[in-house]
């Protein structure tokens, strides 16, 4: 049964810093991995996909890398703003999506 | 292209009553998931359905819980008999075809469940 945990399980910085979740799961044998985001009250917005063949995908400030054989994956959120915060969530695609327990971001104006 | 539908949007059920939640997957996709978030917790995997077909319902509980996701219309979670612990909000999500072929996985903004 696949695990997935993400560290830490809150954050809160200034604007403008840069940020970094943590995100490690058990069983390498995964399709693909996605990071979403999450507000308060709301659904999952999809932020990037990355192949289980890929090491890293960028979408403007967001950059994630995948290491399959370490069983991690990292977010990083460059120059953040106010705007970031939320709850973002790391998911391993193993045929359906298994999350992780989230990390709640804020960040400071 | 619309995206993953969900209602009702909230539903407050009396203790014992029956919950029906729906689900419209986006455009083209025939591969539904559910998810149930419960407070302070994470997203747990329910069930993942085809057309017609319940591929994985590892993730629902075996009893007063069921879904379907017929060849017309939308994909229908129910839930009978609430009860309080079934307070949550429920995910529906879509793909245009397995999780497994690397495709992403959208979901709706959630239905969320108070019993009272």
């Known amino acids: 049964k696949q695990e997935v945990t993400q560290i830490p399980a809150a954050l809160s910085v200034p604007e403008g810093e840069n940020l970094v979740l943590n995100c490690s799961f058990t069983?390498?044998?995964?399709?693909?991995l996605q990071w979403f985001r999450q507000d308060p009250g709301k659904g999952l917005t999809s932020l990037l996909l990355i192949q289980s063949s890929q090491r890293e995908q960028t979408s403007g400030r967001l950059n994630a890398s995948l290491d399959k054989s370490s069983g991690r994956s990292t977010l990083y959120i460059a120059a953040s703003q106010p705007g970031d915060s939320a709850t973002y969530l790391c998911?391993?695609?193993?045929?359906?999506?298994?999350f992780g327990a989230g990390t709640t971001v804020t960040v400071r104006a | 292209n619309a995206g993953v539908m969900q209602n009702p949007r909230h539903l407050v059920r009396r203790r014992g009553q029956e919950a029906r939640l729906r689900c419209s997957p986006m455009k083209g996709h025939s591969h539904v998931y559910w998810y149930r978030q419960l407070p302070e917790e994470g997203l747990k995997f329910m069930v993942y359905?085809?057309?017609?077909?319940?591929?994985?319902e590892s993730g629902m509980p075996k009893e007063r819980f069921s879904a379907e996701f017929p060849k017309e219309g939308p994909s229908i979670l129910r839930i009978q008999q609430v009860v309080r612990g079934d307070s949550a909000a429920y995910f529906c999500a879509s793909s245009p075809a397995t999780g497994g072929s690397g495709n992403t996985i959208y979901f709706g903004e959630g239905s969320w469940l108070t019993v009272v």
């Open positions: 998911a391993i695609n193993d045929y359906k999506l298994s």
């Open positions: 069983d390498s044998a995964i399709y693909n």
């Open positions: 359905l085809q057309k017609e077909n319940i591929i994985d």
